[in-house]
């Protein structure tokens, strides 16, 4: 059975400004649904498949995001939510940024936005399945 | 040689059947909450996902142990379907339950710790109203024997109205569902995170998914045996209580241990014992 | 009893849709001890003045914080026009308040949702975040964006909104409370609600005090407190009176945030009702020079923005002191002796800001 | 409307019993803050009395800062004081809860103590 | 017969024996070969008289009364001597002595005892009795031999008397083997101050001073059961019914319940039913063989042994109601109490008062049902609780605690102890094995009565889950490091907890065996024996075999991973990286609900509860 049908996600906080977390948080709600898709926020990396980062990496959430990549199952993917994710955007000036959510794990999605929409949020985890569908494939043949 | 056939027929259908019902509870919630809600055959989905993931886990045994908590489950709806001895089947379901327990308990994590003790504050809370329900089925039946129980020519639930009040209170406990989702439950918005199977990835958390199913299938056959002498009014009755658990779900917030426990256990004393006093009086 | 559980929890938790960190010491399901640890979210945006001209840091004030965003940018704006001496027009002032009110209801709404999330009720969550997506929906009609909008600037706004306009928000307005009132009742009625938050989190009057308490949190334990007293802005001419509450804890928190909707909404109204004709902004010219200390009322408490110019077109000091912060002493206060199904119960009573916090 | 706002500058040495005063007064703590300027740290105590605005003001150098914790007094202040400590690189002695430096856990030390407002100024300005 | 008498005597000899020997290879053998003679005995014995309907001895005593009028008033100047140092204002203890030797010498005097003609009766019973104390002592008594070694190694302050610990324990199952071959009540009262001397000597063994408090609060419980057998053994003296037990039992309800409801009193005193269950929790400072001997597979059941042979007397009365309401109190209260206890030698305590009072709850009921449940509690309480107390004694010399918070992840670091633990917390609890179906079995008894009975085995067969439940779960909560094994030293200790596993699981598979061949003898047809439950029974057990199986394949496709710790693990996975930047260990431990189930708030209602049901027991009687 394809993995498409049913991406669980788990979000994390980077270090946004919640403007992006609301939104990963409105697309749950009735306006948007993402149960539709059979989509569930799991809150647990150990039975997500998609995580979602809003936010850039700074110094001390590095870690946090590396464990929490480490800990999900194959096949998963990674959606970069927001400006800040994708590059740090005007806070990739400021002294404890690292930067883009790139920086510390591969990321397969890039989100655009500030605060991304939870259209086009929506549009990168259907993105995502793509890849899921294509990481899980690999594992099968190998 | 019947009782074989219908125990395997109950292990089989059980899996379609919780699955479904599994998948409308999900589209009914959904639209008490304003919304689509997913395809009705997303638990399967789900499952057979979960299945062609990676199997994380933290040691060797706890994957076995969730393995040895199905067995006993299914078993459990075997002997049931089988129409075995009743208070035999709760028991099977009791040792599942605990493989359960262990299963948590052996990850050595401690969300997965915590839930696990959580459970077994909800196995005190549910089960002494379970096996009462058995008592009072025997009291109004004069068997614990299924077979007999099911073909029996008057349903127990006349005799027994209080103690299937109390029933009903405590399903909420068994099928996992809000206000008593204490140790795990179906939305991971919980501050045990996922509590009993936090450290449950891939194929291990779909047998968990599996064991829920047969749980949730146990329970239900349980509420079918109050009517058992009219089949109809038994399945229609089963539909009721099930949609009242989604309802309750709905409007309630998750209570804590304390008030559970406390809750539960008085609630089996009074419309539990109570009628099983007053049939016993009035007999 | 030596011997307890210790479990961290957070930074990535569920319940927490941010992320900070709690060293939780636990006896059965008693919390003895907690720790808490920020920095999960600081990037240190304050510094930023050196980089930005004092007219694009509206921009990284409105970035402080997603949800109350725009408040954020007003009480930046608000440091900045003392400094200069900056006249602003009525009409943008009552704008402010607008956006500032509608900002608020926006915020006491996903509070409402994600405090019903955190005690299991999913379907209160759902019901909240519905009504809150209309009144997103003004938001994006009126200045296009749905969280994060730009609208404030130094010395006005940068967006009109038309009368017809403003006619149709006062029937939205209404609609809104209208689908909201059954929701309001159960948050103050139900009982499951009742149990997770009565007498749970309990913060005295003199305690809140000391803690230095603000906002709602400060209010629900009988302070009347509120910031919009100072009559900054539009409150010159609107009257607003602290929505006060006595029982200190969880469930008076949600009381309280509940009737300030009530008040916002209301607040609103009158503002459409009274708001004048004229310019939306002043010509800003020069460089601030001086210092401030700006105070407005965020819907989680007083914020304070210290702003210190130089003559030039960067700040000498840019610094904000959010709600959160100072309500950190008093929710360490009311998680002792908690259990740990309160915890995020508690935690979520102060609506945290974390990225606020943490800057 | 622009609320008044008290300023008073004092000495370090005066600080802990004008805070003691102050608290006993019924003040509450708005917030600690720390402005670097070209030769010394300005720090700002401010209280808040029924909307009443009262600012703490002392400056201290900008070689080997020290202060002393009000925080035995006023509980809230070890959160500001900590951060003084991480983004100022100042020494604040005896707070009631110590992070040693990992408040905000940041890489770089005290960063708003090497880039002076007045230095990117000249080199932008 | 002959066996019987052997089985009494002979202990006798050992006994002696380890008196005079100092050596501790002596100590060994003599134990190991008297130990082997006994149990070989007893099983012999219960193979003679399982299916039997009961033998009466054909022997004539010579002078019995004066034997044991002898016999009594030695018993009485030990227990005169014990009390010596005691202060003055514990006077109560001696005068207890007195007062029921003095009432019983002084109609041994008076000639007025009946006479017996029957001194012993042997039936199914006695041979389950004999099983249990033949087969679980004396795997014990060997336990002893390398447990004693380890003990005084560990405390060196504390003088060597292993061999008069030793000769106790021989001595005991003389006296424990008189008490239930006897007919004759005054042999059984002899045999039973016996006990409460071999009691007081082994709890007092190390001569600490808590181990002498408790040993005295232990001795004066007992005697107040012992004031009550003697009282019993008065009235029907002065009645002048009999004294034979059996004879007792079939005469006429009515003039006999009280000399009845006095020895069931004095059961139930030795079975540490409430309100005097707490002389067995101070005895749990004994050396945990005694524990496991005395405490709680085999003397604590001569108590219910005797409430159970007074079932005929009880069976259908109020005050036989009021017997089994006392045991089902003392069942929920002391399951309810163990779930606050975090000392595993406390559980174990609190779990055996409440198996007994289970046990006296069927006992009290007195249906040939109930009997039978009570009977198959019995057998699988002996063997699953010694090998649970031998258990912890090894853990307790291994690791120096008896905590069970200390024992998690103890499968890592003691695999086989802890593999025989947990057959040994199986059998306590987990379906299909002996506890579980005893108490399957008592609540399909017990569903024809009122329902408040089988509801109290309900509620405190729910409680027993948890804790049990929640020591298993700690026991294989398998660490994430490699541990250090600290098996080494357990030398002939592993004769006796193999032993005991093997015990526990054959009493389980065997169970439609027993109760074909031992318990239909005695009680007759029961439903719970017809196939389709064994069936069932026999599936679980098909069951029970598999997860070993599964646990032993080793599993290829699993991926090894860190446990969730929100994000802020480090790398070691038994830390967490703490608020204040360093890492910081994460701790489990598990939940004691002492708010509920505290000692505290349980104990004065469970007190105050069990005088009230006792009060009203004998008023009862009265109407």
């Given at each position: 059975?394809?993995i498409?049908?049913?991406p669980?996600?788990?979000?994390y906080?980077?270090?946004?400004c919640?403007?992006?977390?609301?939104?990963?948080?409105?697309c749950?709600?009735?306006?948007?649904?993402?149960?539709?898709?059979?989509?569930?926020?799991?809150g647990n990396?150990?039975?997500?498949?998609?995580?979602l980062?809003t936010?850039g990496?700074?110094?001390?959430n590095?870690?946090?995001?590396?464990?929490?990549?480490?800990?999900?199952?194959e096949p998963?993917?990674?959606?970069?939510?927001?400006?800040?994710a994708?590059?740090g955007?005007?806070?990739?000036?400021?002294y404890?940024?690292?930067?883009?959510?790139?920086?510390?794990?591969?990321?397969?999605?890039?989100?655009?936005?500030?605060?991304?929409?939870?259209?086009v949020?929506?549009?990168?985890?259907?993105?995502?399945?793509?890849?899921?569908e294509?990481k899980?494939?690999?594992k099968?043949?190998? | 040689?019947?009782a074989w056939?219908?125990?395997?027929v109950?292990?089989?259908l059980t899996?379609?059947?919780?699955g479904?019902?599994?998948?409308?509870d999900r589209?009914i919630?959904a639209?008490?909450q304003?919304?689509?809600?997913?395809?009705?055959?997303?638990?399967?989905?789900d499952?057979?996902k979960?299945?062609?993931?990676?199997?994380?886990?933290?040691?060797?045994?706890?994957?076995d142990?969730?393995?040895?908590s199905l067995?006993?489950?299914?078993a459990?709806?075997?002997l049931?379907?089988a129409?075995?001895?009743l208070l035999?089947?709760?028991?099977a379901?009791?040792?599942g339950?605990?493989?359960?327990?262990?299963a948590?308990?052996?990850?050595?994590?401690?969300?997965?710790?915590?839930?696990?003790?959580?459970?077994?504050?909800?196995?005190?809370a549910?089960?002494?109203m379970?096996?009462l329900?058995?008592?009072?089925?025997?009291?109004?039946t004069?068997?614990?024997?299924?077979n007999?129980i099911?073909?029996?020519?008057?349903?127990?639930?006349?005799?027994l109205?209080?103690?299937?009040?109390?029933?009903?209170?405590?399903l909420t406990?068994?099928?996992?569902?809000?206000?008593?989702?204490?140790?795990?439950?179906?939305?991971?918005?919980?501050?045990?995170?996922k509590?009993?199977?936090?450290?449950f990835?891939g194929?291990?958390?779909a047998?968990f998914?599996?064991i829920?199913?047969?749980e949730?299938?146990?329970?239900?056959?349980l509420?079918?045996?109050?009517?058992?002498?009219?089949?109809?009014?038994?399945?229609?009755?089963?539909?009721?209580?099930?949609?009242?658990?989604i309802?309750i779900?709905?409007?309630n917030?998750?209570?804590?241990?304390?008030?559970?426990?406390?809750?539960?256990?008085?609630?089996?004393?009074?419309?539990?014992?109570?009628?099983?006093?007053?049939?016993?009086?009035?007999? | 009893m030596?011997?307890?559980?210790i479990?961290?929890?957070?930074?990535?938790?569920?319940?927490l849709p941010?992320?900070?960190?709690?060293?939780?010491?636990l006896?059965d399901?008693?919390?003895?001890?907690?720790l808490?640890?920020?920095g999960?979210?600081?990037?240190?945006?304050?510094?930023?003045?050196?980089k930005?001209s004092?007219?694009?840091?509206v921009?990284?004030?409105?970035?402080?914080c997603g949800?109350?965003s725009?408040?954020?940018?007003?009480?930046?704006?608000?440091?900045?026009e003392?400094?200069?001496?900056?006249?602003?027009?009525?009409?943008a002032?009552?704008?402010r308040?607008f956006w500032g009110e509608l900002s608020?209801?926006?915020?006491?709404l996903?509070w409402?949702?994600?405090?019903?999330?955190?005690?299991?009720?999913?379907?209160?969550f759902?019901?909240?975040?519905r009504?809150?997506?209309?009144?997103?929906?003004?938001?994006?009609?009126?200045?296009?964006?749905?969280?994060?909008?730009g609208?404030?600037?130094?010395?006005?706004?940068?967006?009109?909104?038309?009368?017809?306009?403003?006619?149709?928000?006062?029937?939205?307005?209404?609609?809104i409370?209208k689908?909201?009132?059954?929701l309001?009742k159960v948050?103050?009625?139900?009982?499951?609600?009742?149990?997770?938050?009565?007498e749970?989190?309990?913060?005295s009057?003199?305690?809140?005090?000391?803690?230095?308490?603000v906002g709602?949190?400060?209010?629900a334990?009988?302070?009347?407190?509120?910031?919009?007293?100072?009559?900054?802005?539009?409150?010159e001419?609107?009257?607003?009176?602290?929505?006060?509450?006595?029982a200190?804890?969880?469930?008076?928190?949600c009381?309280?945030?509940?009737?300030?909707i009530?008040?916002?909404?209301?607040?609103?109204?009158?503002?459409i009702?009274?708001?004048?004709?004229?310019?939306?902004?002043t010509?800003?010219?020069?460089?601030p020079?001086?210092e401030?200390f700006?105070?407005?009322?965020?819907?989680?408490?007083e914020?304070v923005?210290?702003v210190?110019?130089?003559g030039?077109?960067?700040?000498?000091r840019?610094?904000?002191r959010?709600?959160?912060f100072?309500?950190?002493?008093?929710?360490?206060?009311?998680?002792?002796?908690?259990?740990?199904?309160?915890?995020?119960?508690?935690v979520?009573?102060?609506d945290?800001?974390?990225?606020?916090?943490?800057? | 409307?622009?609320?008044?706002?008290?300023?008073?500058?004092?000495?370090?040495?005066?600080?802990?019993?004008?805070?003691?005063?102050?608290s006993?007064?019924?003040?509450?703590?708005?917030?600690?803050?720390?402005?670097?300027?070209?030769?010394?740290?300005?720090?700002?105590?401010?209280?808040?009395?029924?909307?009443?605005f009262?600012?703490?003001?002392?400056?201290?150098p900008?070689?080997?800062p020290?202060?002393?914790s009000?925080?035995?007094?006023?509980?809230?202040?070890?959160?500001y004081?900590?951060?003084?400590h991480d983004?100022?690189?100042?020494?604040?002695?005896?707070?009631?809860?110590?992070?040693?430096?990992?408040?905000?856990?940041?890489?770089?030390?005290?960063?708003f103590?090497?880039?002076?407002?007045?230095?990117?100024t000249t080199e932008?300005g | 017969?002959?066996?019987?008498?052997?089985?009494i005597?002979f202990?006798?000899?050992p006994?002696?024996?380890?008196?005079?020997?100092?050596?501790?290879f002596?100590?060994?053998?003599?134990?190991?070969?008297a130990?082997t003679v006994i149990?070989a005995?007893?099983?012999?014995f219960?193979?003679?008289?399982?299916?039997?309907?009961?033998?009466?001895?054909?022997?004539?005593?010579p002078?019995?009364?004066?034997?044991?009028m002898i016999?009594d008033?030695?018993?009485a100047?030990?227990?005169?001597?014990?009390?010596?140092?005691?202060?003055?204002?514990?006077?109560?203890?001696?005068?207890?002595v007195?007062v029921?030797y003095g009432?019983?010498l002084?109609?041994?005097?008076?000639?007025?005892?009946?006479?017996?003609?029957?001194?012993?009766?042997?039936?199914?019973?006695?041979?389950?009795?004999?099983?249990?104390?033949g087969i679980?002592g004396?795997l014990?008594?060997i336990?002893t031999?390398?447990?004693?070694?380890?003990?005084h190694?560990?405390?060196?302050?504390?003088?060597?008397?292993?061999?008069?610990?030793?000769?106790?324990?021989?001595?005991?199952f003389?006296?424990?083997?008189?008490i239930?071959?006897?007919?004759s009540i005054?042999w059984?009262?002899?045999f039973?101050e016996?006990?409460?001397?071999?009691?007081?000597?082994?709890i007092s063994?190390s001569?600490e001073p808590i181990?002498?408090?408790?040993?005295?609060?232990?001795l004066w419980m007992l005697?107040?059961?012992?004031?009550?057998?003697a009282?019993?053994i008065?009235?029907l003296a002065?009645?002048?019914?009999?004294?034979?037990?059996?004879r007792?039992?079939?005469?006429?309800?009515a003039?006999?319940?009280?000399?009845v409801?006095?020895?069931?009193?004095?059961?139930?005193n030795?079975?540490?039913?409430?309100?005097?269950?707490?002389?067995l929790?101070?005895?749990m400072?004994?050396?945990?063989p005694a524990?496991?001997?005395?405490?709680?597979s085999t003397?604590?059941k001569?108590?219910?042994?005797l409430?159970?042979?007074?079932a005929p007397?009880?069976?259908?009365?109020t005050?036989?109601?009021?017997?089994?309401?006392?045991?089902?109190?003392?069942?929920?209260?002391?399951?309810?109490?163990?779930?606050s206890?975090?000392?595993?030698?406390r559980?174990?305590?609190?779990?055996t008062?409440a198996n007994?009072?289970?046990?006296?709850?069927c006992?009290g009921i007195?249906?040939?049902?109930?009997?039978?449940?009570?009977?198959?509690?019995?057998?699988?309480?002996?063997?699953?609780?010694a090998?649970?107390?031998?258990?912890?004694?090894?853990?307790?010399?291994?690791t120096?605690?008896?905590?069970?918070e200390?024992?998690?992840?103890?499968?890592?670091s003691?695999?086989?102890?802890?593999?025989?633990m947990?057959?040994?917390?199986s059998?306590m609890?987990?379906?299909?094995?002996?506890?579980?179906i005893?108490?399957?079995?008592?609540i399909q008894?017990?569903?024809?009565?009122?329902?408040?009975?089988?509801?109290?085995?309900?509620?405190?067969g729910?409680?027993?889950?948890f804790?049990?439940?929640?020591?298993?779960g700690?026991?294989?909560?398998i660490?994430n490091?490699?541990q250090?094994?600290?098996?080494q030293?357990?030398g002939?200790?592993?004769v006796?907890?193999?032993?005991?596993?093997?015990?526990?699981?054959?009493?389980?598979?065997?169970?439609?065996l027993?109760g074909?061949y031992?318990?239909?003898?005695?009680?007759?047809?029961?439903?719970?024996l017809?196939?389709?439950?064994e069936?069932?029974i026999?599936?679980?057990?098909?069951?029970?075999?598999?997860?070993?199986?599964?646990?032993?394949?080793?599993?290829?496709?699993?991926?090894?991973?860190?446990?969730?710790?929100?994000g802020?693990?480090?790398?070691?996975?038994?830390?967490?990286?703490?608020s204040l930047?360093?890492?910081?260990?994460?701790?489990?431990?598990n939940?004691?609900?002492?708010?509920?189930f505290?000692?505290?708030?349980?104990?004065?209602?469970t007190?105050?509860?069990?005088?009230?049901?006792l009060i009203?027991?004998?008023?009862?009687?009265k109407?």
């Open positions: 059975m394809s498409k049908k049913s669980w996600i788990i979000h906080d980077g270090s946004s919640n403007g992006c977390d609301i939104e990963v948080l409105a749950l709600t009735p306006l948007y649904d993402i149960e539709r898709f059979g989509i569930i926020n799991v990396p150990k039975h997500a498949d998609i995580l980062i936010g990496v700074n110094q001390q590095k870690t946090v995001i590396k464990n929490l990549y480490d800990q999900m199952a998963k993917a990674v959606v970069a939510i927001g400006a800040c994708c590059t955007h005007f806070f990739a000036e400021c404890n940024m690292l930067g883009g959510v790139d920086t510390v794990i591969p990321v397969d999605v890039f989100v655009p936005g500030c605060a991304a929409r939870p259209e949020i929506i549009d990168g985890v259907v993105k995502a399945l793509a890849v899921l294509k899980q494939q690999e099968v043949t190998a | 040689m019947n056939i219908w125990g395997i109950g292990i089989l899996p379609v059947v919780a479904l019902v599994g998948g409308i589209v919630t639209k008490m304003g919304r689509m809600g997913p395809p009705v055959l997303q638990p399967f989905y499952v057979m979960l299945f062609s993931k990676q199997n994380l886990v933290l040691n060797r045994f706890h994957h142990l969730v393995i040895c067995i006993f489950t299914v459990a709806v075997g049931l379907f129409g075995e001895n035999m089947c709760i028991f379901l009791v040792v339950n605990v493989f359960l327990v262990l948590a308990y052996s990850t050595n994590s401690p969300y997965s710790m915590l839930g696990a003790d959580r459970e077994l504050l909800q196995m005190l549910a089960e002494p379970i096996l329900a058995a008592v009072g089925i025997y009291m109004a004069g068997t614990f024997d299924i007999l099911a073909s029996g020519t008057h349903s127990a639930i006349q005799y109205p209080g103690v299937f009040f109390g029933l009903i209170y405590v406990i068994k099928l996992r569902k809000s206000p008593f989702d204490l140790s795990t439950s179906h939305h991971a918005h919980q501050e045990l995170v509590g009993l199977s936090t450290e990835a194929p291990s958390l047998l998914e599996i829920h199913w047969y949730t299938v146990f329970v239900m056959a509420i079918y045996l109050f009517f058992a002498s009219r089949p109809i009014v038994g399945i229609v009755a089963v539909l009721i209580v099930y949609f009242l658990e309802l779900d709905n409007i917030a998750r209570v804590k241990w304390d008030l559970m426990l406390a809750s539960a256990w008085v609630i089996t004393l009074i419309f539990g014992l109570g009628n099983l006093m007053l049939l016993f009086i009035l007999k | 030596a011997k307890r559980t479990v961290p929890f957070g930074p990535q938790h569920p319940v941010e992320p900070i960190h709690l060293d939780l010491v006896e399901e008693m919390v003895v001890d907690v808490p640890s920020v999960f979210i600081h990037r240190g945006l304050e510094l930023l003045c050196q930005k004092f007219q694009d840091m921009f990284v004030a409105e970035r402080i949800i109350c725009f408040i954020h940018g007003v009480g930046y704006c608000q440091g900045i003392k400094v200069m001496n900056l006249d602003i027009p009525k009409r002032q009552f704008l308040v608020r209801v926006h915020s006491h996903l409402l949702g994600l405090a019903a999330d955190a005690i299991g009720f999913e379907s209160l759902m019901h909240s975040w009504v809150r997506e209309k009144v997103l929906a003004i938001f994006e009609e009126t200045t296009g964006g749905r969280v994060i909008f609208a404030a600037k130094v010395g006005g706004v940068r967006i009109d909104i038309s009368q017809d306009k403003l006619d149709q928000l006062a029937i939205a307005l209404d609609e409370q689908e909201y009132e059954p309001a948050f103050l009625e139900d009982y499951t609600v009742q149990h997770r938050w009565s749970v989190g309990y913060l009057k003199e305690d809140a005090h000391q803690l230095g308490a709602p949190t400060a209010r334990s009988g302070l009347p407190q509120d910031m919009r007293k100072l009559r900054y802005g539009a409150y001419d609107l009257e607003v009176e602290p929505i006060v509450e006595t200190g804890d969880c469930y008076a928190r009381v309280v945030r509940v009737k300030e009530y008040q916002s909404l209301d607040l609103m109204r009158r503002v009702h009274k708001i004048p004709a004229g310019e939306i902004e010509k800003v010219t020069g460089f020079q001086g401030y700006s105070r407005v009322e965020q819907p989680r408490g914020v923005y210290y210190k110019g130089n030039t077109k960067f700040l000498d840019f610094r904000v959010t709600p959160t100072a309500n950190i002493p008093p929710l360490l206060q009311m998680l002792k002796g908690c259990t740990l199904a309160d915890v995020p119960a508690i979520l009573s102060i945290p800001c974390i990225s606020c916090t943490e800057r | 409307m622009f609320e008044d706002q008290e300023i008073v500058t004092i000495e370090r040495s005066e600080l802990i019993s004008r805070a003691q005063k102050i006993k007064e019924g003040y509450r703590l708005v917030q600690i803050g720390c402005t670097k300027q070209s030769d010394h740290f300005q720090i700002d105590y401010t209280f808040d009395k029924e909307y009443r009262y600012n703490l003001r002392l400056s201290i900008l070689d080997h020290t202060l002393p009000i925080s035995h007094l006023i509980m809230p202040a070890f959160l004081e900590n951060e003084m983004l100022f690189g100042i020494q604040v002695s005896d707070m009631i809860l110590d992070y040693q430096g990992k408040f905000y856990n940041i890489a770089k030390k005290a960063p103590a090497t880039i002076s407002a007045a230095d990117t932008k | 017969m002959e066996l019987a008498i052997f089985l005597f202990p006798l000899l006994a002696v024996l380890l008196v005079f020997s100092k050596n501790a002596f100590q060994k053998w003599i134990t190991i070969i130990s149990a005995a007893s099983v012999l219960a193979i003679q008289y399982m299916k039997g309907s009961g033998e009466y001895s054909t022997f004539i005593c002078l019995p009364n004066q034997l044991i016999g008033i030695i018993l100047l030990v227990f005169l001597f014990i009390c010596r140092k005691l202060p003055l204002r514990r006077y109560w203890i001696p005068l207890l007195i029921q009432l019983v002084f109609y041994d005097f008076s000639g007025r005892m009946p006479e017996v003609t029957h001194y012993l009766y042997l039936d199914g019973l006695t041979a389950v009795m004999a099983v249990v104390i679980v004396t014990i008594a336990y031999v390398g447990y004693m070694k380890h003990y190694h560990e405390h060196p302050e504390l003088s060597n008397r292993t061999h008069l610990f030793l000769a106790t324990i021989f001595l005991f003389s006296a424990m083997f008189g239930i071959f006897s007919n005054t059984i009262y002899f039973w016996i006990t409460t001397v071999c009691s007081f000597i082994m063994y001569r181990a002498i408090q408790n040993a005295f609060r232990a005697l107040v059961g012992g004031l009550s057998f009282l019993a008065i009235y002065d009645s002048g019914y009999t004294l034979e037990l059996q007792l039992m079939m005469m006429p309800v003039f006999v319940l009280l000399p409801l006095l020895i069931c009193f004095a059961g139930m030795k079975a540490a039913l409430y309100p005097f269950g707490n002389w929790l101070g005895a400072v004994a050396p945990t524990s496991a001997l005395l405490h709680s003397m604590v001569a108590g219910v042994y409430v159970i042979r007074c007397i009880l069976k259908g009365t005050a036989g109601a009021m017997v089994a309401l006392l045991g089902g109190l003392s069942f929920l209260a002391a399951s309810a109490m163990a779930v206890q975090r000392n595993s030698k559980v174990l305590a609190y779990s008062i007994l009072g289970l046990i006296v709850l006992a007195g249906t040939s049902f109930t009997l039978w449940a009570a009977v198959l509690i019995i057998i699988f309480h002996a063997v699953a609780k090998l649970m107390f031998l258990c912890v004694g090894t853990v307790s010399h291994q120096n605690s008896l905590d069970i200390d024992m998690q992840g103890l499968i890592a003691m695999p086989y102890v802890t593999i025989i947990l057959i040994g917390l059998g609890f987990l379906a299909p094995f002996g506890m579980l005893s108490k399957w079995a008592v008894a017990l569903a024809i009565r009122s329902p408040i009975f089988p509801a109290i085995v309900i509620f405190g729910s409680l027993m889950l804790f049990w439940t929640k020591w298993f700690q026991l294989i909560a660490p490091a490699r250090q094994n600290l098996e030293g357990i002939i200790e592993w006796a907890l193999w032993g005991l596993a093997i015990l526990t699981i054959a009493a389980c598979v065997c169970y439609p027993i074909q031992w318990l239909v003898p005695m009680y007759g047809w029961n439903p719970m017809y196939d389709k439950i069936l069932s026999a599936i679980m057990l098909g069951l029970m075999l598999l997860p070993p199986i599964i646990l032993l394949i080793r599993k290829k496709h699993l991926v090894y991973t860190t446990p969730y710790l929100g802020a693990n480090v790398a070691n996975p038994q830390e967490f990286m703490g930047s360093s890492p910081r260990p994460w701790a489990f431990k939940y004691y609900l002492t708010r509920f505290g000692e505290e708030v349980l104990m004065r209602w007190i105050a509860g069990s005088i009230v049901l009203l027991m004998f008023l009862v009687e109407l």
